[in-house]
């Protein structure tokens, strides 16, 4: 009897499971959270807020000046998702927004940002860069 060969029954079989295990792989890249790299930026302590308060900026700089902080990377089951983890997670550090987001991937399930805080004339985070429009 050959091992090697691969029956119409066996070829189902590993189908089924494949498909089977398809859910569990996504699930899985779902539930990843948003991490944040910050860039040595001094910063007053800073509260959390609510996700909402965290602004989003898709396709335009903020309108007033920004310091960049941290570098995000969030991962979800498609860009909506992932923009939504990172914007909890810039949430939970208390920062202004996210913007120059860039994601990639199959169904773009990965996504990446700049979080920022409005430049209040803090002296320590002028070593950072500023940004402005």
């Known amino acids: 009897m050959n091992h090697d060969a691969a029956t119409p029954r066996t070829l189902l079989l590993r189908l089924a499971i494949s498909l089977a295990l398809v859910p569990l ?14 860039r040595g930026v001094a910063l007053e302590e800073r509260p959390a807020r609510p996700a909402d308060q965290v602004e989003v900026w898709l396709d335009e700089l903020p309108r007033r000046d920004i310091v960049v902080v941290a570098d995000l990377e969030g ?16 949430a939970l550090a208390g920062l202004d927004g996210i913007y120059w987001i860039e994601c990639r991937g199959a169904r773009a399930r990965t996504c ?11 002296p320590l985070a002028h070593d950072a860069s ?4």
Request: with cysteine; proline share 2%.
């Open 25 to 38: 792989s996504v699930g899985c890249t779902a539930s990843r959270p948003a991490w944040l790299e910050h």
């Open 75 to 90: 991962r979800g089951v498609d860009s909506t998702s992932s923009i939504r983890k990172m914007q909890e997670r810039a």
């Open 112 to 122: 990446s940002a700049k979080a920022f805080v409005y430049d209040r004339g803090d």
């Open 130 to 133: 500023i940004a402005s429009r």
